[in-house]
T-cell receptor, first 116, second 115 residues
Framework: DAMVIQNPRYQVTQFGKPVTLSCSQT?????MYWYQQKSSQAPKLLFH???????NEADTPDNFQSRRPNTSFCFLDIRSPGLGDAAMYLC???????????????FGEGSRLTVL | AQTVTQSQPEMSVQEAETVTLSCTYD???????LFWYKQPPSRQMILVIR????KQQNATENRFSVNFQKAAKSFSLKISDSQLGDAAMYFC????????????WGLGTSLAVNP
């Protein structure tokens, strides 16, 4: 089945120790998103890629970076995690809305980050 | 700017009964899409149902249906014959048409299903 896979599902890191979360997709969608979600809150968009075009949200901290080496993969790098970065990180994909269609998002299962 | 409001932080329903979750939104756009997403505890966010604004007919997916009132900017979700597996956080979301690829999310409604 086509899907969005996130690894690792659970990540424990120490304060200030860099961490990388990965996302892969077999849906061949050209748009990929990274969201941060804290407990019982709505997802907060960090950034998204439209093909290779990177789009950063204005309020995304510089501590967060992303890479998309190809259509299938996208990475979230947190350079110096703080306690406030503990959250669920969701990767999602969609087909481009420019060609019509609702462009609904397909999500991975998430990576839960704990910062000690 | 577009906004999405879910006025019910928590709701509960008895198994096999019907429940309606409310969502209102604000936009000046005429063409857009609306979604309901479901996120069970510690599980994946999945799309429940979507509605294109240009369609007058309300979307239906099995036990899930919406009441889309474009003039009132209202988009409620009705769950019929509620099941224990329906217990989840439900998010209403809006996306403008065209090049806009970002969703505007409501704060969510936590639905409990009582046996």
């Amino acid at each position: 089945d086509a899907m969005v896979i996130q690894n690792p599902r659970y990540q424990v890191t120490q304060f200030g120790k860099p961490v990388t979360l990965s996302c892969s997709q077999t849906l061949n969608h050209n748009v990929m998103y990274w969201y941060q979600q804290k407990s019982s809150q709505a997802p907060k968009l960090l950034f998204h890629y439209y093909d290779k075009d990177f789009n950063n949200e204005a309020d995304t901290p510089d501590n967060f970076q992303s890479r998309r080496p190809n259509t299938s993969f996208c990475f979230l790098d947190i350079r110096s995690p703080g306690l406030g970065d503990a959250a669920m990180y969701l990767c999602a994909t969609s087909s481009s809305g420019t060609s019509g269609g609702a462009g609904e998002l397909f999500f991975g299962e998430g990576s839960r980050l704990t910062v000690l | 700017a577009q906004t999405v409001t879910q006025s019910q932080p928590e709701m509960s329903v008895q198994e096999a009964e019907t429940v309606t979750l409310s969502c209102t939104y604000d936009t000046s756009e005429s063409d857009y899409y609306l979604f309901w997403y479901k996120q069970p505890p510690s599980r994946q966010m999945i799309l429940v149902i979507r509605q294109e604004a240009y369609k007058q007919q309300n979307a239906t997916e099995n036990r899930f249906s919406v009441n889309f009132q474009k003039a009132a900017k209202s988009f409620s979700l009705k769950i019929s014959d509620s099941q224990l597996g329906d217990a989840a956080m439900y998010f209403c979301a809006y996306r403008g048409a065209g090049n806009n690829r970002k969703l505007i999310w409501g704060l969510g409604t936590s639905l409990a299903v009582n046996p």
